[in-house]
């Protein structure tokens, strides 16, 4: 955790526990990473599903070419949020509602998933114009070493997309309905994928994509989406996603499809490492010969280690006071599971993790909870506390002495 962050979470109260705390400059810096290593061509939108925390989606906004939305409860907020910049609407399950609400908000780009859902908003259009991609499921290899970190939506059976055979269904509509302008196709097929394998991937879509057209009277292939899906290692918090050699990848591919814009909608990637969930450390018991540690909140607030069944990397931040007239609770050079307080097992933040010291009232700070962390979480379990969230900038002056001063 670098300086300016580690002294805004050491003056936090420990009422104010559990937090979030958003590192922006840090984020700001990575996405502006993120795009300079892609080529002009193509288009960087944020899938908003991986967290849309109101100052995330302000520092993002000026390094990306939009904003990707699931529901129309993003499609509201990032509107709200950021009236000028382009919106994808995507997603299975769309409501007649939802349509209509991203007809009104005039949305960039409409990604349909089925036949039906283009019956919906042909219905709905009114005279008005929208610009679609479809959305479909290509049958693909997908890596094997995916494992059970990655997620699969396509290249089997699944409810997302649409298979190849289902698309000339949707041509014929389209072409009834003056309105809809179809602009090309879209795939999100898996996440937690590598460089090397999401390039290989997007090389074998964007082949089948113009080779579909190329046999499609009247349809003119201006763009595709490949999705998100760039992988995170977790247990590797410091290996993000290749994005040099991703770009770098994808500038020989584009080469080859001269007359199409590619796009990319990754979460997790762009996210995930400017979080931070700190707590801290409530109790230290052991049974059986095992250590825990007992923390503030758990996965009701940070539910990511919990859905993804990995330890969240932490680091601990120690407390060196010690107010109480008995001896401290703690466990040194050994391994220990930590856990919320909620009243189920399922409640681990991370299992059997060495740590050198770790004490009753040192803190922890979970990192890489940035993305599908406070917004996929239970947050009603148990009726404890929510977090309290804090955004660090840069202006901020450290004070290394205000922990201590503050303590009793
Ligand atoms: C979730 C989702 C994304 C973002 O996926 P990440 O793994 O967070 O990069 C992009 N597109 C669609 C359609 C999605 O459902």
Not at 21 to 37: I, K, N, Q
Not at 199 to 211: I, K, S
Not at 269 to 281: D, E, I, K, L, R
Not at 353 to 358: E, P, Q
Request: aromatic content about 6%; charged content about 20%; overall charge neutral.
């Amino acid at each position: 955790m670098r300086a300016a962050l580690l002294d805004r979470v050491v003056r936090l109260a420990d009422d104010d526990l559990p937090a979030y705390v958003y590192d922006l400059p840090a984020l700001r810096e990575h996405v502006h990473a993120v795009r300079a290593a892609l080529p002009d061509r193509v288009g960087l939108l944020y899938a908003a599903k991986a967290n849309s925390d109101p100052r995330v989606l302000g520092a993002l906004a000026g390094h990306v070419d939009g904003f990707e939305v699931a529901s129309g409860g993003e499609l509201g907020h990032v509107r709200a949020l950021l009236p000028d910049a382009p919106v994808a609407f995507g997603g299975p399950g769309k409501t007649p509602t939802e349509l209509a609400h991203a007809l009104d908000a005039k949305v960039e780009r409409l990604h349909i998933e089925s036949e039906h859902e283009l019956r919906l908003l042909t219905g709905l259009l009114d005279g008005r114009t929208v610009d679609v991609l479809l959305r479909v499921n290509l049958p693909v290899d997908l890596p094997a070493d995916l494992g059970r970190a990655g997620l699969v939506m396509g290249g089997r059976p699944s409810p997302f997309g649409m298979d190849p055979a289902r698309l000339d269904r949707c041509l014929e509509l389209i072409a009834a309905v003056p309105g809809v302008r179809l602009r090309g196709l879209h795939f999100h097929l898996a996440s937690g994928l590598t460089a090397p394998a999401h390039l290989a991937l997007v090389d074998g879509t964007l082949a089948w994509a113009e080779d579909w057209a190329a046999h499609r009277r009247g349809v003119c292939l201006s763009e595709v989406n490949v999705g998100g899906g760039m992988g995170v290692d977790y247990a590797h918090p410091h290996q993000g996603f290749d994005w040099p050699a991703f770009g770098a990848g994808l500038r020989p591919l584009l080469a080859r499809h001269p007359g199409l814009t590619l796009r990319i909608e990754p979460g997790r990637s762009v996210t995930a490492y400017c979080g931070w969930y700190v707590t801290q450390v409530l109790d230290i018991k052991f049974s059986r010969g095992q250590a825990f540690a007992v923390l503030r909140g758990g996965t009701h607030h940070l539910r990511t280690p919990s859905a993804k069944q990995h330890d969240q990397p932490f680091e601990v931040i120690p407390d060196d006071v010690w107010p109480r007239p008995w001896d401290r609770p703690e466990v040194r050079d050994e391994p220990v599971t930590l856990v919320g307080q909620l009243c189920t097992p399922k409640d681990v933040l991370a299992r059997r993790v060495g740590v050198a010291r770790l004490r009753v009232g040192d803190r922890v700070a979970f990192a890489m909870a940035g993305a599908y962390a406070w917004n996929i979480s239970h947050h009603g379990f148990l009726m404890h506390p929510h977090p309290t969230f804090h955004h660090v900038e840069e202006a901020e002056v450290p004070d290394p002495g205000a922990y201590a001063r503050r303590l009793p």
